[in-house]
């Protein structure tokens, strides 16, 4: 599919929410941002204590590994995230996350990894400083808590292009300095990071730099886009990076949709140039205080320059809370189901972000997750 195909069909979807009636939308929830910090209520100067945080997510996949290495089927903890969050003052907070699940995505094997470490630094009442190692801001899907996603998995498009911000990063996380500000409607970020990933020092002379802008020009829609420019070096040579994003969201009672594209060029330096692409566009309903219902469409080409490496899906979700506290906190149960096609030369794998790689006719997996919030 080209890329004015995949423009008009991300467009056509924005207007369509655009079209909804505003005067009867309701507030969004926080949904576009980390779990936000529920601080008790405390007399005037007393500091607020200490909380403790944390995610478990136990999983279940199944589909064919296509003759590859892979198994079929497996249980395995996707998520086991424990961390702790506070003030110093009133201008000054923390956060430390670390990751206890295994992070090699090969072999599975338990170890522990700081994914944040930083501190927030209230400059004015509408401006915010950012520093360490943290989540960035760069684009909707990434930027929402893995804990609140509408399916298990993220969007491949958003995985491969915002989730590593260039081609050396990861985990929708690096080392750098972000500024966050707000005015009237708009919101606004400013970031330079390493851009060699989590736990990492730079191996260049060249920071990252990436901006993003959002607008909520009515209660329950908000439009956003995003622009990262950075280097990385990629066995031993050096390489030119660009990631543009658009977006779009609408809530309105038990009714949300989301949509966002992404196009990235990466200009190797003594090789042939990357131009990877794609969409995705998704929309849930509670139909019952407990019951929510996912439908997603996402469409991912490795490169647009050559043929035959384009990959889609359609996905299906069903999520039932154990306690109706909407996405932050508590018990749930999700189930999916994702119906996949690729093209010939296109890879992909049983597991988007677990398990052994396939070249083309990606098979349907069907995955299940029981997930406690705390």
């Keep these: 599919m080209c890329t004015r195909s995949r423009l008009t069909i991300l467009l056509a979807g924005c207007l369509l929410i655009a079209s909804v009636d505003p005067t009867t939308a309701q507030d969004p929830p926080p949904s576009d941002t980390e779990q936000p910090v529920q601080e008790d209520k405390k007399p ?3 500091k607020p204590p200490l909380k403790v945080f944390g995610v478990i997510q136990a999983d279940f996949y199944a589909g064919d590994a296509g003759g590859s290495d892979g198994e079929d089927s497996s249980f395995f903890i996707r998520r086991a995230r424990l961390g702790a969050r506070g003030v110093l003052t009133d201008r000054i907070g923390y ?4 990751a ?3 992070t090699n995505s090969d072999t599975l094997a338990s170890d522990v990894r700081t994914f944040d470490a930083y501190v927030d630094v209230s400059l004015t009442d509408s401006l915010q400083l950012r520093a360490g190692q943290y989540k960035y801001t760069f684009d909707r899907e990434g930027r929402r808590s893995a804990a609140a996603l509408p399916l298990i998995t993220r969007s491949r498009v958003a995985n491969a292009l915002a989730g590593r911000l260039g081609q050396a990063g990861g985990a929708f996380r690096d080392v750098g ?3 966050n500000g707000s005015a009237s409607q708009w919101s606004y ?5 390493n851009g060699n990933g989590i736990n990492k020092r730079d191996n260049n002379n060249d920071k990252d730099v990436y901006l993003r802008a959002s607008v909520e020009p009515f209660s329950g829609l908000n439009l956003g886009a995003g622009l990262f ?3 990385s070096v990629i066995t031993g040579a050096e390489s030119d990076e660009q990631i543009v994003t658009i977006d779009a969201m609408y809530e309105r009672g038990p009714l949300a949709v989301m949509g966002a594209f992404y196009s990235a060029s990466y200009s190797r330096r003594e090789a042939v140039d990357v131009e990877p692409e794609g969409f995705y566009l998704v929309s849930t309903y509670r139909v019952r205080p407990r019951v929510e219902l996912a439908l997603r469409y996402q469409d991912f080409d490795q490169d647009s320059n050559s043929p035959g490496r384009s990959f889609d899906s359609v996905d299906f979700g069903a999520t039932y809370y154990f306690e109706p506290r909407g996405r932050w906190g508590g018990l749930k149960a999700s189930f999916n189901y994702l119906a996949r096609s690729a093209e010939a030369a296109a890879t992909s794998s049983v597991w988007e972000e677990r398990g052994a790689g396939i070249v083309g006719d990606a098979n349907d997996v069907f995955l299940a997750r029981l997930q406690v919030l705390f």
Excluded: Q, S
């Design 229 to 231: 420019e950075g280097t």
């Design 189 to 193: 970020t400013l970031g330079v990071v």
């Design 95 to 98: 956060r430390v996350m670390v």
């Design 100 to 102: 206890l699940d295994g």
């Design 177 to 179: 300095v972000e500024l």
């Design 44 to 46: 005037a100067g007393a």
